[in-house]
């Protein structure tokens, strides 16, 4: 399979190459060495070949237990598996059915009442809370190799969060890198589709409530929520690299993927 943005399998519609950006040093990220996609779910074979012979020898799975239990990957077995979850799917749901849930990696309300969901402030609390995720998610990519497959459920928040970091270390500019997260919403469409139909089994939410309806604040990746992220990062620590810095992240982990990630042409 030719190396391109977006990859082309019958089994993944939001499975996208982090190459082809401009980085701050006059520089272009690589193509096949970091993927994200959605949940790579009861994949066909000829996905799987497609995926190995694309180089990707190595998949990180972010989502909870009860997402994992519900639909396997398709790549465990096959390839490096590494299970890095950030938190649980019960953020798509109605707060009043959460609250069995609040523990650990429990994320705030979702708001009630037809009101959008603020992604902007849910990624910037995931950052805050989650260092030790991203200090390990930065190593783990550092040390990887061959090409690297990461995913949550969708491919957008939690997988959005580590290609924020990812393409923030390289010097990908910030309207870059919410371009690329934004358009998630247009190549996830058919999976969004089977979602509001129920036909996505996304495991049953913590506590072991009923299955409550999905906010339609789930559905969006605005451009916007990524800008507020990056922005608090950077008005608060200086940029998005010097919040990872603080938080440990080595200078170490950050050179070995700028080697790998950023080709000086």
Known sequence: MKKARRLLLKGLYNAR?????????????????????????????????????????????????GEKNSRPSSLKGVMDYIEKPLFNEAAIYDDKDREASRGEGANPPVPKNGHMQDWGEQYKQMAEEARQWAIDMLDIAAGCDGGLLYHCTTGKDRTGLFSCYLLSVCGVAREDIAADYCISQI?????????????????????????????????????????????????????????????????????????KFIDKV
């Open 17 to 65: 190459d982090l190459g082809g950006f401009p980085t701050a040093d006059g520089g272009v990220t690589k193509f096949g060495v970091f993927i994200r996609s959605e949940a790579p779910c009861d994949l066909p074979d000829e996905d799987i070949r497609a995926l190995k012979d694309y180089g990707i020898t190595a998949s990180i799975d972010l989502r909870g237990s």
């Open 187 to 259: 190549y996830l469409a058919p999976v969004y589709a089977r979602m509001r139909s129920g036909k996505v089994d996304l495991g049953p939410p913590p506590g072991g409530a009923d299955l409550p309806p999905m906010e339609e604040s789930f559905f969006k990746t605005p451009p916007e929520a990524m800008l507020t992220l990056i922005d608090y990062l950077t008005e608060k620590y200086g940029s998005v690299v010097d919040y990872l810095r603080l938080i440990g992240v080595s200078e170490e982990t950050m050179d070995k993927i700028r080697e």
